[in-house]
Every structure is written in C-alpha cells, then in structure tokens.
Nanobody, 123 residues
Framework: QLQLVESGGGLVQAGDSLRLSCEAS????????MGWFRQNPGKERELIAA????????RYADSVKGRFTISRDNAKNTVYLQMNTLKPEDTAVYYC????????????????WGQGIQVTVSS
C-alpha cells in the first residue's frame, strides 16, 4: 500500500499563493504517476494536474493553467502543487493521488488517495 499525506492548505485571500505538499510512504515513489485533484460538495472530482514518475508534467486543467505548477522531488517522496494568483473559485478540498504503471495510460484512473486538504480563497 502507498500512503499519501497532504499538507499546506488553509485560508488565503484572492491573489495570494499557497504550496501544497503530498508526502508518500510505503512503496517506491518513482513507481507512480502523481496527480492533484480537487472537489467541492455536490461536484465531481476534478483532475487539475498530473506528473510522470520522472518529473515530466503530463497535464493541467484549463482552469489552473498558467497559475498552478506541479512538481515532484523523488528524493523526498513528495509531490507539490504551487498555486499562484488564487481565486475564490479555487476553493475546494484538494487531494493528491498516485497511479500504478498499469494505469499510466488512463488519465483519470488513480489507485491511491490522500485524505484531502481544504483550501479556501476569500474574495
């Protein structure tokens, strides 16, 4: 099993920045593609960024392109989401997730999930 723990969320004002971190444990971190999702009550979970095992960025959602940056440090078993120019509509619970090699070809299929962390952006 791979365990994922997010940190770095909180309450900020519009225009501020936050960096989310997700530390993995339990398995070899480089075996996994990593993604960041977000979800609001009553809405579907949205994939906002994904990164391959070697640090190549796979995708960004249009809603965050140019403002958010995904990165990973394999030596620290950690994936990051740098969020700049935050907007109230970025308010959500953010989840990191990991995909096994069998699911690398499936953009929205992930096998392990963190517990989620709240990000609230006030106007």
């Amino acid at each position: 099993q791979l365990q994922l723990v997010e940190s770095g969320g909180g309450l900020v004002q519009a225009g501020d920045s936050l960096r989310l971190s997700c530390e993995a444990s339990g398995r070899a971190f480089t075996d996994y593609k990593m993604g960041w999702f977000r979800q609001n009550p009553g809405k579907e979970r949205e994939l906002i960024a994904a990164i391959a095992w070697n640090g190549v960025v796979i995708r960004y959602a249009d809603s965050v392109k140019g403002r958010f940056t995904i990165s990973r440090d394999n030596a620290k078993n950690t994936v990051y989401l740098q969020m700049n120019t935050l907007k109230p509509e970025d308010t959500a619970v953010y989840y990191c997730a990991a995909a096994r090699p069998a699911n690398w070809g499936r953009p929205f299929t992930y096998d392990y999930w963190g517990q989620g962390i709240q990000v609230t952006v006030s106007s």
